[in-house]
């Protein structure tokens, strides 16, 4: 079984907490599945469960190649030359990144409010990119656009390899079959 899950902000990937934050048993109440993969309490968006083991391994070994998509509000009206350097690949302390698919769009219209809100200043105008990345590095994305010099505001995981939000709304979930 495949649980298809978004994610809301401030959610924990992971059933329990000693310190009483929101988890995803505040959502799901499917027993013996887990997630597949993570998605930092910032983010939010798609995440899958399953309660295979085999298909947890191959879903989340970064030898499966499968791309993760993110729309990504940015701070600052994000370049053609900031974009190039996304693609090309960006150097992150830990190295680095491989090229990633990138393009800017327009605020998608699906979007939902987010609770709390993005931190919004008025002299600093915001933009939206679509990215997509093969590696599952540590707060990935947001590392990457920050070195580009357009910090992440907000951070919407909408497709792992052939798995998508769909029309999913925030806390919802279905049961796929694999």
């Given amino acids: 079984m495949i649980v298809l899950f978004n994610k809301p902000f401030g959610v924990l990937t ?9 988890t995803l048993a505040n959502y799901i109440d499917i027993p013996n599945i887990y997630a597949a993969g993570r998605l930092d309490k910032d983010s939010e968006g798609l995440l899958l469960l399953t309660d295979d083991g085999k298909l947890n391994h191959q879903l989340t070994d970064p030898k499966s190649k ?18 190039k350097q996304l693609k090309k690949g960006v150097l992150l ?7 990633a ?13 987010r ?13 939206f990119i679509s990215i997509s990345i093969k590696e599952g590095k540590n ?3 947001r590392r990457m656009t920050a070195a580009v010099g357009c910090p992440t505001l ?25």
Wanted: hydrophobic fraction near 25%; charged fraction near 35%.
């Fill in 115 to 127: 609770n709390p809100p993005i931190r919004e200043r008025k002299s600093i105008p915001t933009s």
């Fill in 154 to 178: 907000r951070l919407i995981r909408t497709d792992i390899g052939k798995y998508t939000l769909g029309n999913l709304k925030t806390g919802e979930y279905k049961i796929i079959e694999k």
């Fill in 93 to 99: 302390k830990d190295g680095w990144t491989l090229p």
């Fill in 139 to 141: 707060r990935q994305v």
């Fill in 66 to 83: 499968s791309y993760k998509t993110y729309m990504v509000q940015v701070e600052n009206d994000i370049t053609n030359e900031q974009i």
């Fill in 14 to 22: 992971k059933f329990t907490d000693e310190n009483g934050r929101e």
């Fill in 101 to 113: 698919k990138v393009k800017k769009v327009s605020q998608p219209e699906w979007l939902w409010e």
